[in-house]
């Protein structure tokens, strides 16, 4: 079935460096990726969408210079973290759409950033 | 507003028992239902998902259920085990995915 992947699975970084979190469809193409942030003990929240070869949609209160998202192929997105905070830590999971197909997404199990 | 509503937020229950976990929604017109589990510091895994034109989806010890008009999905878990004990996830699927807070589950061996 369709397989997600995300590296690194956990990152430790220092205060004002920037992460860079690659998601990547391994056994399918996927023309839109999400990019959602869970806070602890939280729900998903939806980041962006990312459109390949276009640039993301974001959503309202997401800073798109901070959150840097690039959808390059069909395979593979990035979010880069720039300028990393304490407050940015948070688990971080992509999810990708098969391209064609209307509405169904697959997860990848996430990256743990923390910022000290 | 899309909203996803889960209740209880947490539950603990005896091993053994069945139960059942709810969640509703404020928009009728959705593609589909998904319900997820989250073990602690994990990711995502899919459990069911239940297409709009669907009433019911079942694997294993879980079924779900899907009721558009009154905008509610449930999720029974038969013959608990400690092995469930995790966050249960319900997601209303469509253009974007709209997830819930989750239900935090506990299986007391």
């Known amino acids: 079935g369709a397989v997600v992947s995300q590296h690194p699975s956990r990152v430790i970084c220092k205060s004002g460096t920037s992460v860079k979190i690659e998601c990547r469809s391994l056994d399918f193409q996927a023309t839109t990726m999400f990019w959602y942030r869970q806070f602890p003990k939280k729900s998903l929240m939806l980041m962006a969408t990312s459109n390949e070869g276009s640039k993301a949609t974001y959503e309202q209160g997401v800073e798109k210079d901070k959150f840097l998202i690039n959808h390059a192929s069909l395979t593979l997105s990035t979010l880069t973290v720039t300028s990393a905070h304490p407050e940015d830590s948070s688990f971080y999971i992509c999810s990708a759409r098969l391209a064609g197909n209307s509405y169904e997404q697959y997860f990848g199990p996430g990256t743990r950033l923390t910022v000290t | 507003k899309q909203e996803v509503t889960q209740i209880p937020a947490a539950l603990s229950v005896p091993e053994g028992e069945n139960l059942v976990l709810n969640c509703s929604f404020t928009?009728?017109?959705?593609?589909?239902l998904q319900w997820f589990r989250q073990d602690p510091g994990k990711g995502l895994t899919s459990l069911l998902l239940i297409q709009s034109s669907q009433r019911e989806q079942t694997s294993g010890r879980l079924n779900a259920s899907l009721d558009k008009s009154s905008g509610r999905s449930t999720l029974y878990i038969a013959a608990s085990q400690p092995g469930d004990s995790a966050t249960y996830l319900c997601a209303r699927g469509g253009d974007k995915i709209i997830f819930g807070k989750g239900t935090r589950l506990h299986i007391l061996p």
């Open positions: 928009d009728s017109a959705i593609y589909n």
